[in-house]
């Protein structure tokens, strides 16, 4: 493999772990920044959960003033709901759209954040060590850029194939 393609892919490559690990940073700092929200101007209110899997869930509750309110991007921290259940729900008053689980915080953002980071650099490593051993093995057999025979380097163990008429051109010339 070319040294310049090798170098260039592995660029690539530490800046798809920094992208991830700047990812997860974003994460928990927006999770922080949420929770921030929700606590300037809380308040906790019953919800039931109309729709709930792994990772979303979809609640409907009514604040003191009577108006329904049904988050559009669902809870935040929405692990262990189930459809039907009714749930103590804190949210932001400024902005309904802004709900947690009472009870819950950033805080159960950061494991699942480094996680993925600690993932990322995994394979990104993985992947750098791959392609620095197919590398050294491409220069060994001398199918790399930098490990193949050359006129100027002739291999010692080769016969040399030159003729006399060959030999006797050069030093005449």
Known sequence: MNPTILR???????????????MAVML????????RQ??????????????????HAAVNFQTPDGQFYSP???????????????ISVDYSTSNPDLARPAGR????????????????????????????????RLVRRGGGASGGSTDSDPDPDQPDDTTDQELSDTRTA
């Open 38 to 55: 929700i606590d300037a101007d809380k308040a906790t209110t019953m919800a039931e959960v109309v729709s709930a899997d792994r990772l």
């Open 105 to 136: 915080n950033a805080s159960l953002a950061v494991i699942p954040a480094l996680s993925v980071a600690a993932l990322g650099w995994v394979v990104v490593g993985v992947l750098m060590v791959a392609l620095a051993e197919i590398n050294r």
């Open 8 to 22: 260039r892919v592995q660029i690539v490559l530490l800046g798809v772990g920094v992208v991830v690990s700047v």
């Open 28 to 35: 928990v700092a927006g999770s922080f920044h949420n929770d």
């Open 72 to 86: 559009r991007l669902g809870l935040l921290y929405p692990t262990e709901l189930s459809q039907g259940q009714r």
